[in-house]
């Protein structure tokens, strides 16, 4: 896992060599292996390593024998023995045994249309002199992420936001928008960031831009299609399934250094920890975090099934004066606000097992793949096309109903995103619209325009294909994704996730619907996977309810904390930079609330992250 930048100016003098320096140190530890930076023409390349496959090759920027074509890259391509003796029979000579080339020199054969052979997660900027171009990619989930930005003399790209922050040029500016959109839903939904003319490259895209600054629409070149099959029993899926996760975490094992496995005691990390097991035949690591509120905890789940597998489990406890102590500067390595509190058990996760080794494999994604999150029920539940089936059940007894059900089905795809966005909101647009001050309100639009590109895109699916195809494009990406790539790399900690895996994805939207979900019965989330984990262990641990990661944000901010000290510095405080924008006198009323015993602690939590993201960036300034 590594960190890339890149820079084109494609007006005035070339790049400097201090320019692409301040570049790419400013992601460091994503890379504590190795360094390089390479310039041509107008053209600057940088790249920090954490090697993991061919450590003694594999050095970046990597360029072709002519120094023709560079490449930066960040990420593993796990098929790529494969794809080097399939270029091989193509006439291509290799220098070194690493991914890194491979990808070099499968650019050379497909061009752009590379990706599409790459099993893996990846996010590379490769510079074509020959085509006078770059070309820039990203993995079919966005496992590994890319930002841009295109200035009046300049393109630069890298991986983090702080990447391009290190750029000469005119300063970046704030978007209010996006607030609004971090307060909906956790974190800032791509392509759009924090800052205007800054971008995310949304996953499965390409992207070229010519050395005269001419830059195209990202160009999309795989999305999840599901097609389920009715042709195979119960048995056969359970048995397919079985040989496909094996495959993937296989696929995920191959490293020349030592690894090990994020154990939560959820269904996923379970089943990935066991089949790392049987596969090395020997025993695993896992890293595991714990609570000292046991209903938040599922340390005990961790260690039954580390027992059980007979793996050595390591553990730690995580209580409120962790938090203070890393969360103004693990807010701000997000280069955004984010306010998943799951971030902070993962930030400590990642450090307990990078003293350990420097790879773990994760159970992320399978909660998207198999049906895994109770919102899935709840939306099909209310789905229009369930409220249609009702309505004709009763249309004659209550004909307006049915008349207002059957509308539902002539609305376009906007009202089915709307829709949606209700389901999974953060904050409820109606406490969204009073906090805003009311000079803005009017100016703030609701619905954010990467759900209506994806509800356009998918607005013939199903209700259920439609749910899991959104959070494809959306919470799994800007939020899951996110939270865990910071995090560990925060460490120079890499993190594979088998259950994130084109075959497996691929597999899983074949499933009949009956193997997906079924209405009304919570237990039946996730079915395929516990019918496997059963085969290993009972039916207590299978079929408990699902817990989530997060931390009890009224408790950490009760008051007296040292975190409700930040929030009345940082956010309740008329010198806050959010009595510009917010009420907060009403804010102020929820911190009483919240004394008071009620559940209001989420909202605050939001706030406090958006002050602290502010404090941190005094020279951010936003339009208003």
């Known amino acids: 896992m590594c960190g890339i930048a890149g820079i084109l100016r494609f007006n005035g003098p070339p790049p400097e060599r201090m320019e692409i320096e301040r570049m790419t140190h400013a992601v460091d530890h994503r890379g504590p292996d190795g360094f390089g930076i390479h310039l041509q023409d107008r053209i600057a390349i940088g790249h920090r390593r954490l090697s993991i496959i061919d450590l003694a090759g594999g050095h970046q920027p990597m360029l072709t024998e002519d120094q023709q074509v560079c490449l930066t890259y960040n990420g593993e391509v796990y098929n790529y023995h494969e794809l080097r003796k399939e270029l091989i029979s193509h006439g291509h000579v290799f220098r070194t045994d690493s991914d890194t080339e491979v990808i070099l020199k499968s650019y050379l054969h ?4 590379c990706v599409l052979h790459f099993r893996g997660m990846f996010a590379f900027g490769i510079v074509d002199f020959h085509q006078q171009q770059i070309v820039l990619a990203r993995d079919h989930f966005g496992i590994k992420p890319l930002y841009y930005r295109r200035g009046k003399n300049f393109f630069a790209f890298g991986s983090e936001l702080s990447v391009i922050r290190q750029v000469d040029g005119e300063p970046l500016r704030g978007r209010l928008q996006a607030i609004e959109d971090f307060l909906s839903f956790r974190y800032i939904p791509a392509p759009e960031t924090i800052f205007e003319d800054v971008y995310s490259l949304q996953p499965a895209q390409t992207m070229v831009v010519d050395f005269n600054g001419i830059q195209e629409t990202p160009r999309t070149y795989w999305r999840v299609e599901f097609t389920p099959s009715m042709c195979r029993t119960d048995e056969d899926w359970l048995t397919e399934f079985d040989t496909v996760l ?95 509190t799951s971030m902070i058990p993962t930030w400590h996760v990642s450090r307990l097992a990078r003293q350990n080794c420097p790879m773990v494999l994760s159970g992320d994604g399978g909660d998207e793949a198999f049906s895994g999150y109770p919102r899935y029920q709840a939306w099909t539940e209310f789905h229009p096309l369930w409220e ?44 969204r619209n009073r906090l805003w001050s009311k000079e803005l309100r009017s100016r703030i639009t609701r619905l954010n325009p990467t759900f209506s590109a994806a509800a356009d895109t998918y607005q013939r699916a199903d209700a259920l294909s439609f749910a899991q195809s959104i959070d494809y494009q959306t919470y799994l990406p800007d939020d899951i994704l996110v939270k865990v790539d910071i995090a560990s790399m925060y460490h120079g900690l890499e993190v594979r996730p088998p259950f994130i895996d084109v075959k497996v994805v691929e597999f899983a ?82 911190a009483l609330q919240l004394d008071a015993g009620q559940n209001v602690g989420y909202c605050l939590w939001a706030f406090l992250i958006l002050g602290i993201w502010l404090e941190k960036n005094p020279d951010v300034t936003f339009a208003v």
């Open 110 to 113: 497909w061009g752009r249309d």
């Open 246 to 340: 094996e495959d993937s975490i296989r696929a995920h094992m191959v490293s020349d250094v030592p690894f090990g496995v994020f154990l939560s005691g959820g269904i996923d990390s379970t089943l990935v920890a066991w089949k790392m097991q049987e596969l090395l035949g020997q025993s695993v690591n896992a890293f595991s975090i714990g609570f000292d509120e046991q209903q938040l905890s599922e340390l005990k789940y961790a260690r039954q099934a580390a027992e059980q597998l007979g793996i050595k489990l390591h553990t730690d406890l995580l209580d409120a004066s962790h938090a203070i102590d890393i969360l103004p500067d693990l807010i701000q390595h997000y280069g955004q606000p984010y306010a998943d």
């Open 388 to 431: 249609l089936r009702n309505a004709l059940a009763t249309a004659r007894r209550n004909p307006r109903k049915f008349a207002r059900s059957a509308t539902m089905l002539f609305r376009g795809p906007d009202e089915r995103a709307e829709r949606w966005t209700r389901v999974v909101q953060y904050l409820p647009a109606e406490l």
């Open 509 to 590: 939207s074949k499933l009949p619907p009956h193997l997906r979900s079924r209405a009304y019965r919570p237990k039946s989330l996730k079915q395929i996977p516990k019918k496997l984990l059963a085969r290993r262990f009972p039916p207590e641990f299978v079929d408990r309810q699902k817990q989530g990661f997060g931390i009890p944000e009224s408790k950490w901010l009760a008051k007296g904390t040292k975190l409700r000290m930040m929030l009345d510095d940082l956010v309740l405080d008329r010198q806050s930079r959010l009595n510009n924008w917010f009420d907060l006198n009403l804010l102020n009323t929820m």
